[in-house]
């Protein structure tokens, strides 16, 4: 329950640490009223088991109080808005907050998450950048016909008018990477205002980029960070009026069909290889299945070698020689590229890519993928599987490091095994195959030639534009 003054001292239990070991970082809800630490906390752990912060967990009357904070509130003008964020951006790649410098935060996600700490401090600088560009990427998405004031002038022969679909907008953040934060920040530039459950896997970025907004202008009414666990989780969807939650399969089969919810699960990437010049491709090809640790929806999940003109084993075994080439080093090495986990979890992924893989042919990764550091962590090596049809079960299977299933495909397969993907990379010249992939509902993104699926820039969409599912337009006339 929230205390009716944060000011006075809440009891703690003493800290159960060593004495040698440092006091662990507090990681408190960012609620109405300001921080709030929680009786009920869960400690975060780097992946060799070592504590490294506590997080507090709020319950439902927290969470409802504070969603009712939000919704009394009225956002900042827009302009308002726009510099804040610009602010905010500004804060979170380069300032101390909450006794937390810029190098510390980086160190703390890549131990908890296991990410190579060149990926999180690339992923800090498009968070960064993100919020330094929320207004321009929804004017991009915003109708050309529509304006979005309802005082403008052309209101008085009559206008679209893009408008909110609602005022309170939750999200169920993601702990894989630290990137998925760069989305909802739009939502903010559209004068929601905006409720974070963080994952309790890697709830620093989020902790960090709330204390950034608040600081730069963005009111406790604004913007809220409302950890929780698992029992009180659904209460903040429900409690606002929009929501954007991440997760696998599950999470796409209990909200898909909820016009109020926009589901995020997996991207399952794929490339697509056509014409005899193939290998000189493969460098995209390593890029998209390797890149950001083979953690994020856009690394390539499958490659379809067209079977006239490629040599699909070739592919898999190209792939799998220069993936093994990678070292294994802790995820704190400035060169590392794979992800770490803990052993015990590093293990279940082997087992269960073992299990999937069965039938498949393995060119690296058919006796496991685990190389244990000695400290109680493991890198997760890479795996390529080549399949015998287009169509297995297998290449729709994605894994969180650089897994890739590399299958035969000719025109004959049709696009039905290229469907239910983020991005596509086509490398074909083959256009009337093309308008077919542009064409199809379930391909997000079609990326033409030699382009890694992970490519982005602000102001393109990513799955859609958020603002597409934020925003609506009515018409409005006045005298």
Not at 245 to 274: C, F, H, N, W
Not at 358 to 368: S, V
Request: net charge negative.
């Amino acid at each position: 329950m929230e205390p009716p003054n944060p000011q006075l001292p809440i009891p703690q239990p003493p800290n159960q640490q060593p004495p040698d070991q440092q006091p662990l970082i507090q990681l408190e809800a960012l609620g109405r009223n300001g921080p709030f630490r929680a009786r009920n906390r869960t400690t975060v752990s780097d992946v060799v088991g070592t504590p490294l912060a506590e997080l507090s967990l709020v319950p439902s009357l927290y969470v409802r109080r504070s969603l009712a904070a939000l919704r009394a509130a009225h956002p900042l003008p827009a302009t308002e808005r726009t510099a804040a964020l610009t602010r905010a951006g500004r804060l979170f790649a380069d300032a101390t907050l909450g006794g937390v410098s810029p190098g510390e935060y980086r160190d703390l996600v890549s131990r908890c998450s296991g990410l190579p700490v060149s990926v999180v401090a690339s992923a800090s600088a498009i968070v960064a950048d993100a919020a330094a560009e929320a207004r321009n990427t929804i004017l991009q998405a915003r109708p050309s016909g529509a304006v979005d004031r309802w005082d403008a002038p052309s209101t008085r022969q009559g206008q679209a008018v893009w408008t909110r679909r609602g005022n309170v907008f939750a999200v169920h953040a993601a702990g894989n990477h630290p990137g998925v934060h760069a989305l909802w920040l739009e939502a903010l530039a559209l004068g929601y205002r905006v409720a974070v459950r963080p994952s309790q896997r890697e709830p620093f970025t989020p902790h960090r980029l709330v204390t950034a907004l608040r600081e730069a202008g963005f009111g406790h009414d604004h913007i809220v960070l409302l950890p929780t666990d698992h029992t009180v989780a659904d209460s903040i969807i429900e409690g606002a009026d929009l929501a954007l939650v991440y997760g696998g399969d599950e999470v796409m089969r209990k909200y898909g069909a909820d016009p109020t919810v926009l589901p995020q699960g997996p991207g399952r990437s794929k490339i697509l290889l056509t014409g005899e010049d193939w290998r000189d491709h493969m460098d995209v090809v390593i890029d998209s299945v390797g890149a950001e640790g083979g953690t994020a929806c856009v690394n390539a999940t499958a490659v379809f070698a067209e079977t006239d003109t490629v040599d699909t084993r070739a592919v898999a075994e190209e792939t799998a020689a220069r993936l093994a080439a990678i070292p294994s080093l802790s995820a704190g090495d400035p060169k590392a590229v794979l992800p770490v986990l803990p052993v015990a979890e590093a293990r279940a992924v082997e087992r269960y890519l073992l299990r999937v893989a069965e039938g498949a042919t393995a060119h690296l990764g058919g006796d496991g993928i685990v190389d244990e550091l000695g400290d109680g962590s493991a890198v997760l090596r890479p795996a390529v599987f080549r399949l015998d049809r287009a169509d297995a079960r297998q290449a729709g299977t994605e894994l969180g490091f650089p897994c890739v299933w590399v299958a035969p495909w000719s025109a004959a397969d049709g696009i039905g095994p290229l469907r239910n993907t983020l991005v596509l990379t086509a490398i074909t010249d083959d256009t009337p195959l093309i308008e077919r992939l542009v064409d199809e509902p379930t391909i997000s993104n079609v990326y033409v030639g030699d382009h890694p699926t992970h490519w982005m820039r602000h102001g393109i969409p990513h799955d859609g534009y958020l603002a597409e599912f934020l925003m609506r337009s009515k018409t409005v006339i006045r005298d």
